[in-house]
């Protein structure tokens, strides 16, 4: 089920657990098949961080806009795109939701208002800002969701986003997920205070800090900063603070720098954390073995068409990179340019 904010009750939080559980088991299947050589380049696990693309999204309507980084495979399985695009990308097959030509660290897909993840630290972030840009002269009503990471938080374009975004009230919310490392560096090394929320206020803007490991309290700070941002309010940024369990991503070599803490870590798993709370209030455990039943199959299901699916023919390898020159844009107001794809799916 795609999750929206409509849902309530036993449903959501069923759907909040099996979302974080599919995200899990693809992350999981994604180390697998990297290390028998059928990902190539790398893949960047988000095993951990569940909790804040499932709640994240779970507060946002599915016409809504999202971005992120690398490590997004959660955020395009928690928008509601289909596990096996998503999988076929990753193994860069014509099937993939960007016809195997983006792979692990570039996936998109318009319809789900996936407007990419990104291999450049924090490239995205302005684009973030272009788009709700973009929502708010449409008048679209459409929110924004930018998601990155913390050392991203430390880049130039990050400020340079904030700044414009509070000056214009753009419908944008910004969701640092800051899992303590950025590839080798701890956050200690490289922010200057405790809170990259705190951030916010020189810019005159919202931020709030949350616990990125709890599904619930995620989803409540992006259900507040998007009505504010639907009402004109204008943008919020949200410190998800939550731990990176594994190494930066597949290629990368070595254990976790720190074993012990990384021990600590594991305690705070934000799957079996939300099974429990969802016992405490009554939940059937039965009920909840289904859900990870159905979460295991629908990902077995995505390795299984992925690896069945046929890379892109050689021949074609040009074939979606430049858009033809008479493609219309479909931008209302906007006058065509050629050579400028990408709006066209606006
Ligand atoms: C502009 C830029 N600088 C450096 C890199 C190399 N790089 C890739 S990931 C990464 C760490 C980013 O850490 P963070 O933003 O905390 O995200 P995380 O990987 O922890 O999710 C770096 C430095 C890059 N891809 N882009
Ligand atoms: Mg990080």
Request: glycine share 10%; charged share 20%; net charge negative.
């Amino acid at each position: 089920m795609i999750l929206t904010e409509q849902s309530v009750g036993t449903q959501l939080s069923l759907s909040l657990y099996q979302r974080m559980l599919v995200i899990r088991r693809f992350e999981e299947s994604a180390l697998d098949l990297f290390s028998k050589g059928l990902i190539t380049g790398s893949t960047h696990p988000c095993i951990g961080q569940e909790a804040i693309s499932v709640g994240a999204c779970s507060a946002l309507k599915s016409t809504d806009l999202v971005l992120a980084t690398y490590r997004g495979h959660g955020v395009a399985l928690a928008k509601g795109v289909d596990a096996k695009i998503a999988m076929a990308e990753l193994l860069t097959r014509e099937t993939g939701c960007c016809k195997g030509r983006g792979g692990s660290m570039h996936l998109c897909d318009i319809a789900c208002g996936l407007l990419g993840t990104n291999g450049i630290v924090a490239a995205h972030i302005p684009i973030a800002g272009g788009v709700a840009l973009a929502a708010q002269l449409r008048r679209s009503g459409q929110v924004t969701a930018c998601f990155f990471g913390d050392g991203a938080a430390c880049e130039g374009e990050f400020f340079e986003t904030m700044n414009m975004a509070a000056l214009w009230k753009l419908p944008l919310v910004l969701i640092c997920e800051n899992n303590g490392w950025a590839i080798s560096v701890p956050v200690s090394k490289s922010q200057s205070t405790p809170d990259i929320a705190d951030r916010a206020k020189g810019f005159g803007m919202p931020g709030v800090t949350v616990d990125g490991n709890d599904v619930l309290a995620v989803r409540e700070a992006v259900l507040s900063a998007a009505a504010a941002a639907r009402q004109g309010e204008g943008p919020t940024l949200i410190e998800c603070k939550t731990v990176r369990w594994e190494r930066h991503s597949a290629f990368s070599s070595g254990k976790p720098v720190d074993p012990e803490a990384a021990q600590r870590w594991r305690k705070a798993d934000p799957i079996p954390r939300f099974a429990q709370s969802l016992l405490d209030a009554g939940l059937s455990r039965a009920a909840l073995d289904e859900a990870e039943r159905e979460a295991t199959e629908e990902v077995r299901q995505a390795v299984e068409f992925a690896v069945n699916s046929p890379l892109p023919d050689a021949a074609s390898v040009h074939e979606g990179v430049f858009a033809p020159p008479d493609q219309p844009l479909g931008i209302s107001g906007l006058k065509k340019r050629p050579g400028n794809g990408l709006a066209e799916s606006f």
